[in-house]
């Protein structure tokens, strides 16, 4: 049901699109991106998300029709990275088992 999207060596990694192709959840860290206005999914201080993902709602709406464009933040699940040790991914496995706990029957609709 949710598949944890770790950080790569580049941002706009295929596992994303694996995880949601199979149906699951991607689980994110998220972090304050590189230029401090919007969110990194990537690692902290990276490219914000719309700038990684293609047909981002939020980048291409200007030319392009609504029901083309994705709006990935709909479905994407987001815990709160730690900028001290990127690599530290308690807090994404917490939720996750959290949120199966708390509402599994919403979950499994």
Same mark, same amino acid.
């Given at each position: 049901?949710?598949?944890?999207?770790?950080?790569?060596?580049?941002?706009?990694?295929?596992?994303?699109?694996?995880?949601? %192709? /199979?149906?699951? $959840?991607?689980? !994110?860290?998220?972090?304050?991106?590189?230029?401090?206005?919007?969110? =990194?999914?990537?690692?902290?201080?990276?490219?914000?998300?719309?700038?990684?993902?293609? %047909? /981002?709602?939020? $980048?291409?709406? !200007?030319?392009?029709?609504?029901?083309?464009?994705?709006?990935?933040? =709909?479905?994407?699940?987001?815990?709160?990275?730690?900028?001290?040790?990127?690599?530290? %991914?308690?807090?994404?496995?917490?939720?996750?088992?959290?949120?199966?706990?708390?509402?599994?029957?919403?979950?499994?609709?």
């Amino acid at each position: 049901i949710f598949c944890p999207i770790l950080p790569g060596d580049m941002p706009f990694a295929r596992r994303v699109f694996d995880v949601m %192709f /199979h149906g699951c $959840l991607p689980v !994110f860290m998220k972090w304050p991106s590189k230029n401090g206005v919007g969110k =990194s999914w990537w690692i902290p201080h990276g490219h914000e998300v719309k700038y990684n993902y293609p %047909f /981002h709602k939020e $980048l291409y709406s !200007f030319f392009m029709k609504d029901e083309d464009l994705i709006d990935y933040e =709909s479905f994407a699940v987001e815990t709160v990275g730690d900028i001290g040790n990127k690599t530290n %991914f308690g807090s994404m496995f917490d939720m996750m088992e959290a949120m199966i706990e708390e509402n599994p029957n919403e979950i499994r609709e």
